[in-house]
T-cell receptor, first 115, second 110 residues
Framework: NAGVTQTPKFQVLKTGQSMTLQCAQDMNHEYMSWYRQDPGMGLRLIHYSVGAGITDQGEVPNGYNVSRSTTEDFPLRLLSAAPSQTSVYFC??????????????FGPGTRLTVL | GNSVTQMEGPVTLSEEAFLTINCTYTATGYPSLFWYVQYPGEGLQLLLKATKADDKGSNKGFEATYRKETTSFHLEKGSVQVSDSAVYFCALRSYQKVTFGIGTKLQVIP
């Protein structure tokens, strides 16, 4: 199993550009989520999904879109990048849609810089 | 809403010293509690977890006990090694949402 994979590892954008961060998992997990990690703020939940076709907002959803057309993939789209979106982005997955006691498995992260 | 409080650090210890990283939380219901570790340049990985009050999670010499009366989940290790240098995150999970603390950076010097 590859686990949770993310591409790209690094990305530099100009203000106003759009891009998609890719996330895939091969563990047949129902739950997938996106976080951003910023110094002094820990990880903050952007969006999450409890199964194909079902997504919901987290703590900091503005400026980001997601979709879940398959169980395996959960891409994160930045519609019009802003310098405030400079961060490290992590995708995570866990087994069940209820969450509860499930452990989350994290990808290696994407370091995004917006100029 | 739910929240997790932990010190940011850095915490600097000599090898073989005793480690405590405090974690307290506020939550409705009965959350599960986790400690995740992040090594430089990597994603987070589970260190240990506890799913109900009085449970003790343990792994690699680390342990933490779910204390409902004090809403705490403090991480301890009796003798740290240089290889334990990393950032440690306390987290709680209530149904579908996970809330993380800010992370505590641990530096262990030989």
């Amino acid at each position: 199993n590859a686990g949770v994979t993310q591409t790209p590892k690094f990305q530099v954008l100009k203000t106003g550009q759009s891009m998609t961060l890719q996330c895939a998992q091969d563990m047949n997990h129902e739950y997938m989520s996106w976080y951003r990690q910023d110094p002094g703020m820990g990880l903050r939940l952007i969006h999450y999904s409890v199964g194909a076709g079902i997504t919901d907002q987290g703590e900091v959803p503005n400026g980001y879109n997601v979709s879940r057309s398959t169980t395996e993939d959960f891409p994160l789209r930045l519609l019009s990048a802003a310098p405030s979106q400079t961060s490290v982005y992590f995708c995570a997955s866990s087994y069940s849609r209820q969450g509860g006691t499930d452990t989350q498995y994290f990808g290696p992260g994407t370091r995004l810089t917006v100029l | 809403g739910n929240s997790v409080t932990q010190m940011e650090g850095p915490v600097t210890l000599s090898e073989e010293a005793f480690l405590t990283i405090n974690c307290t939380y506020t939550a409705t219901g009965y959350p599960s509690l986790f400690w995740y570790v992040q090594y430089p340049g990597e994603g987070l990985q589970l260190l240990l977890k506890a799913t109900k009050a009085d449970d003790k999670g343990s792994n690699k010499g680390f342990e933490a006990t779910y204390r409902k009366e004090t809403t705490s989940f403090h991480l301890e290790k009796g003798s740290v090694q240089v290889s334990d240098s990393a950032v440690y995150f306390c987290a709680l999970r209530s149904y579908q949402k996970v809330t993380f603390g800010i992370g505590t950076k641990l530096q262990v010097i030989p």
